[in-house]
Nanobody
Framework: QVQLVESGGGLVQAGGSLRLSCAAAGRFFSTYVMGWFRQAPGKVLEVVATLSWSTGSTGYADSVKGRFTISRDNVNNTVHLQMNSLRPEDTAVYYC????????????????????WGQGTQVTVSA
C-alpha cells in the first residue's frame, strides 16, 4: 500500500483560498487514481474531486465545480487541491485517498473504491 500524508488545512474567511497537498510515499505507480473526500460534522463522507494519474482526467462534485482544482506533481508524487471562493459549507475534514488500479469496474466517486487513506486535514471557513 501507499502512505498518504495531507497538509495545508486551516482557517480561512469566506471567499478566501486554501491549497491542500497529499504526498504519496511507498509503492506508488502511475496506475493510481487519486481522490479528495470530505466529511462535515454530522454528514456523510462525500467526494470532492478525483484524478487519474495515468491520463490526468479529473472529476468534481457539482458543489465545487469552478471553485476547486485537483492537480498532480509527477516529480514528487503529490496531488494538490486548490480551493478558491471558499464558503462556510466547505468546512469539513478533508481526506486524500488512493486507488491502486485504474482498471476494472469501479465508481471513482465512491469511497469504497479506494484502498489507501490519509489522516485528514481540517478546513474551516468562517462567515
Amino acid at each position: 500500500q501507499v502512505q498518504l500524508v495531507e497538509s495545508g488545512g486551516g482557517l480561512v474567511q469566506a471567499g478566501g483560498s486554501l491549497r491542500l497537498s497529499c504526498a504519496a510515499a511507498g509503492r506508488f505507480f502511475s496506475t493510481y487514481v487519486m481522490g479528495w473526500f470530505r466529511q462535515a460534522p454530522g454528514k456523510v463522507l462525500e467526494v470532492v474531486a478525483t484524478l487519474s494519474w495515468s491520463t490526468g482526467s479529473t472529476g468534481y462534485a457539482d458543489s465545487v465545480k469552478g471553485r476547486f482544482t485537483i492537480s498532480r506533481d509527477n516529480v514528487n508524487n503529490t496531488v494538490h487541491l486548490q480551493m478558491n471562493s471558499l464558503r462556510p459549507e466547505d468546512t469539513a475534514v478533508y481526506y486524500c485517498a488512493a486507488r491502486s488500479s485504474s482498471s476494472g469496474a469501479y465508481n471513482r466517486a465512491a469511497a469504497n473504491a479506494y484502498d489507501s487513506w490519509g489522516q485528514g486535514t481540517q478546513v474551516t471557513v468562517s462567515a
